[in-house]
């Protein structure tokens, strides 16, 4: 066997192994009580007989998590354990695969192609399918440790495959830095750290409650004389755009722009106006200039005023155009 590379045995046969030792533990001890009881462990309520089983039963799951996965010694069904039973029921579409451990390029292919085969089979909706692939990133960038010495003065989030050459390009996965930005840690920068900051179209991707914590951590971690540049899709312009004309004009700068997310060829028009408010469930609030200002005065930046996408080329020109000012909110915000 070559060094690096390692057969990682199935999930299936892991969670089957899990499932036969806390059962054997149960069953010894169900002969004591037969009174029903109710074990809840993460969410997940499991039936059992006597409450000398229900101790037993969970103590046997304890013992019985896998130390490989990272997993804590007491019961974790969410979402630890969903990610393993998905995982499980996925690999009776996809056989297990040989991965060399230091690079994630192929687990991501894996877990795309297994994403595919669910929807596919009909196992999982597509907003479903989406979601669980985000929360398996979300779940790997959470396991990171981030430890340098030093580090850039110019963070880029939510770089995607727009990754800036000489800024620290951060996302969920595949970038410089990967941080879940939805997580209630703390960023894993120090304070005062960045002199700039450019997130294009990532903030209505997150809930308020989620957004509001990420934006008081980018208070800390920028400078006192920093600038931070957002963009979203503008709420008063898509309205503006759906009164004006049915979203024909947003629809047609949407075709030209990005064909794959526009309307399916003889749909209405109007049906960008959806498309830009859910995206198939990916976005969760869409901001206008006031509700944004709110936000960013809430989090502690004193400074807030509406700008274009031209300003922040003309500010940052090594970034690419998105050419998006036709639904899109840009503002620049400082402490």
Same mark, same amino acid.
């Given at each position: 066997?070559?060094?690096?590379?390692?057969?990682?045995?199935? &999930?299936?046969?892991?969670?089957?192994?899990?499932?036969?030792?806390?059962?054997? !533990?149960?069953?010894?001890?169900? /002969?004591?009580?037969?009174?029903?009881?109710?074990?809840?462990?993460?969410? %997940?309520?499991?039936? %059992?007989?006597?409450?000398?089983?229900?101790?037993?039963?969970?103590?046997?799951?304890?013992?019985?998590?896998?130390?490989? =996965?990272?997993?804590?010694?007491?019961?974790?069904?969410?979402?630890?354990?969903?990610?393993? &039973?998905?995982? !499980?029921?996925?690999?009776? %579409? =996809?056989?297990?695969?040989?991965?060399?451990?230091?690079?994630?390029?192929?687990?991501?292919?894996?877990?795309?192609?297994?994403?595919?085969?669910?929807?596919?089979?009909?196992?999982?909706?597509?907003?479903?399918?989406?979601?669980?692939?985000?929360?398996?990133? +979300?779940?790997?960038? +959470?396991?990171?440790?981030?430890?340098?010495? @030093?580090?850039?003065?110019?963070?880029?989030?939510?770089?995607?495959?727009?990754?800036?050459?000489?800024?620290?390009?951060?996302?969920? !996965?595949?970038?410089?830095?990967?941080?879940?930005?939805?997580?209630?840690?703390?960023?894993?920068?120090?304070?005062?750290?960045?002199?700039?900051?450019?997130?294009?179209?990532?903030?209505?991707?997150?809930?308020?409650?989620?957004? @509001? +914590?990420?934006?008081?951590?980018?208070?800390?971690?920028?400078?006192?004389?920093?600038?931070?540049?957002?963009?979203?899709?503008?709420?008063? #312009?898509?309205?503006?755009? =759906?009164?004006?004309? #049915?979203?024909?004009?947003?629809?047609?700068?949407?075709?030209?722009?990005?064909?794959?997310?526009?309307?399916?060829?003889?749909?209405?028009?109007?049906?960008?106006?959806?498309? &830009?408010?859910?995206?198939?469930?990916?976005?969760?609030?869409?901001?206008?200039?006031?509700?944004?200002?709110?936000?960013?005065?809430?989090?502690?930046? /004193?400074?807030?005023?509406?700008?274009?996408?031209?300003?922040?080329?003309? /500010?940052?020109?090594?970034?690419?155009?998105?050419?998006?000012?036709?639904?899109?909110? =840009?503002?620049? !915000?400082?402490?």
């Amino acid at each position: 066997m070559q060094r690096g590379c390692h057969t990682r045995p199935t &999930i299936v046969m892991r969670l089957k192994n899990w499932k036969s030792r806390s059962e054997s !533990a149960a069953h010894r001890a169900s /002969r004591r009580d037969s009174k029903n009881f109710t074990v809840r462990s993460g969410g %997940v309520r499991t039936s %059992v007989r006597g409450q000398s089983d229900a101790r037993s039963a969970n103590a046997a799951a304890r013992s019985a998590v896998p130390e490989s =996965y990272g997993a804590s010694r007491q019961v974790t069904w969410e979402p630890a354990w969903l990610v393993r &039973i998905l995982h !499980a029921a996925a690999s009776e %579409v =996809y056989p297990p695969v040989r991965r060399v451990s230091s690079s994630n390029t192929r687990a991501l292919e894996v877990e795309t192609q297994m994403k595919t085969g669910l929807v596919d089979r009909g196992l999982l909706s597509r907003r479903t399918a989406d979601g669980l692939k985000l929360d398996f990133a +979300r779940l790997r960038a +959470r396991q990171h440790r981030h430890r340098r010495d @030093a580090w850039p003065e110019l963070l880029h989030l939510g770089a995607s495959r727009r990754q800036v050459s000489g800024w620290l390009n951060v996302d969920v !996965a595949d970038s410089d830095c990967d941080v879940d930005l939805a997580s209630r840690r703390p960023l894993p920068w120090p304070d005062s750290t960045f002199f700039a900051i450019v997130s294009q179209h990532v903030i209505e991707h997150l809930e308020m409650e989620e957004l @509001a +914590r990420l934006l008081a951590e980018l208070r800390r971690v920028i400078r006192d004389d920093g600038d931070m540049w957002l963009s979203c899709p503008d709420m008063e #312009k898509v309205c503006r755009g =759906y009164v004006h004309d #049915k979203g024909a004009t947003l629809c047609a700068t949407r075709v030209a722009r990005w064909p794959e997310g526009a309307p399916a060829h003889g749909t209405p028009p109007q049906q960008i106006v959806n498309l &830009i408010f859910h995206q198939w469930g990916q976005h969760r609030n869409l901001y206008d200039f006031d509700l944004l200002t709110w936000m960013l005065r809430n989090a502690g930046f /004193r400074f807030c005023d509406r700008t274009e996408e031209s300003a922040l080329l003309h /500010r940052f020109p090594e970034f690419p155009a998105r050419n998006d000012d036709d639904h899109a909110l =840009y503002v620049i !915000a400082r402490p």
